[in-house]
Each structure stands twice: as C-alpha cells, then as structure tokens.
C-alpha cells in the first residue's frame, strides 16, 4: 500500500470512528446538534470550488440577483452568502448552487429545526424544499412511519432538492429506529450523483461500515431510487462548483 493510500485509510478509519459513535448517541435532545456538526465537518472537508471561472463554466453563475431574493422572500428559502458564517459553502457561486437545490443557510437551518412542528408543517406544504427535508427529519426523530418520512423527502428530491437526498443518508446513518448503513449508503451516492461531491466523501465512510452484502444491496436501492425518483431526468443540471476538479483529482491521484 502506498503511502497516501495509507494516509487515506487511516483518515476515513477516523471519520467512520466519530460518525459511528454519533449515530449510536441520537437522543431527542442532543443528535441535531451532533449530527449536524459531523455533517458539517464531512463536508468541509470537499475541496472548494477552484475558481470562479469554473463557477461560470458549470452554469452557475446564471441566476440574477433578482431571483436570489425571491427565492429568500420568506426568510426560509435559498442560501444567503455570509463570509463570517459560511456554513458549507465555498464561495458566493457554491451558496448560490447550494440555495437552489434545497440546502439553507446556517441561519435558516437552525430556524428551522427549532421552529414549532405546526408552522414548519405548512412551510413544507407550501413546497418549501429545506422545511420538507428538516421535517422529515424531526418527524422521523420523533418516531414518525417511515412512509410518512419517505414521502417529504421523495417530493422535495423529485422537486430538486439534493439536500433532501443528504438528509434521507442522515436519517438512515444516526436516527434510532430508522438505521440503516446500507440504505444511508445509498442516499449520499444519490447525492455526489446528483452533482453534489459532498455525497462522495460521506458514501465513502458509510461503505466501510457496509459488509459485501450490504454493499451490494445499497447499490441496488441507490440504481431503484435514481429512477424512482426521476434523477436522471436532471442529468443536463450543472454541478456544484468545484465538482468536476474533485473528480479529476481523484482520478489523477489513483493514476499515480
């Protein structure tokens, strides 16, 4: 093995070891907090978007200002692009993609996780994208059927959000009752496959957890969902910015 192979693997060993103890932790009163940094800290660790040419290349750069604040007009919608509070994204192109396939901002996350279950309910009726999905995960923290569950996440994913793809992959890693390895699997390649590498490097870690009969059936659930959930109809959607540069290093690291 060489070394940065070796480097590679004690690193995931590592990431597995704190998401594994974060998923047998999920109690009412603590998991949204420590769930939400693990993710957080996954998908820091995606290589930025390398410029803002490459921004503009994919597509990015296309929506005008006038649609970013439509899009945020009732204070939930949309990622709104702090340098003192970035939350996940890069740069203000990676904000602009992120608000448009369903992701909030740190602020509009936190809102909605604490919002009461009757206003955050008609938010997510009214076709909010980030309120299905963050509803979705409370109703499924609450112990809520998991048709129910599946269902928010189903119309937001078929509606584009790729965050309700990431979200689906939280509830199966870290919710009590609703566990399962090979399936979260599933949902985060659904996600680098919709044009998000944050999904590759968290499929990465749930693979080793994953035995090969497992790992087998999360790529048979991962191919049924991708066309249950019509995926393939936004093949021509541009990616996240910085997408195509963690492809290609990924390629040119496993050619040396």
């Known amino acids: 093995m060489s070394q940065r192979a070796l480097a590679i ?41 390398s410029s803002s040419a490459h921004a ?14 439509s899009a945020r007009s009732d204070g939930y919608s949309g990622y709104r692009w702090r340098l ?5 994204a890069a740069d203000e192109a990676d904000a602009r993609w992120l608000g448009l396939h369903g992701y909030p901002d740190p602020e509009v996350e936190m809102r909605l996780r604490t919002l009461p279950l ?35 996440l189903s119309e937001s ?5 790729v965050y309700a793809l990431k979200t689906a992959g939280d509830i199966h890693l870290m919710v009590e009752g609703y566990q399962d390895p ?6 985060y390649m659904l996600q680098a496959r919709a044009g998000d590498q944050a999904g590759f490097v968290q499929g990465m870690i749930t693979d080793n957890l994953l035995d090969p009969e497992q790992r087998l059936r999360a790529r048979v ?35 040396k």
């Not at 090979?182 to 949902?187: E, P």
């Open 84 to 88: 003192g509070d970035p939350g996940i």
């Open 118 to 152: 009757p206003a955050l309910r008609t938010l997510a009726a009214s076709g909010n994208q980030a309120a299905q999905s963050i509803l979705a995960y409370r109703s499924a923290r609450d112990g809520a059927p998991p048709a129910e569950v599946r269902a928010l």
């Open 182 to 187: 090979a399936l979260a699997n599933a949902y």
């Open 221 to 255: 659930v991962e191919q049924a969902l991708w066309k249950e959930l019509q995926l393939s109809s936004r093949g021509d959607s541009p990616a996240r910015p910085g997408y195509q540069d963690f492809l290609d290093r990924g390629v040119a690291a496993d050619n």
């Open 9 to 49: 693997a004690v690193a995931v060993s590592l990431s597995v070891g704190a998401v594994w103890y974060f998923s047998q932790k999920d109690t009412r009163g603590q998991t949204d907090g420590n769930a939400l940094a693990t993710q957080r800290h996954l998908e820091q660790s995606v290589p930025p978007a």
């Open 157 to 161: 994913a078929k509606a584009g959000s």
């Open 56 to 69: 503009a290349q994919s597509g990015i750069g296309s929506t005008s200002p006038s649609a970013d604040r």
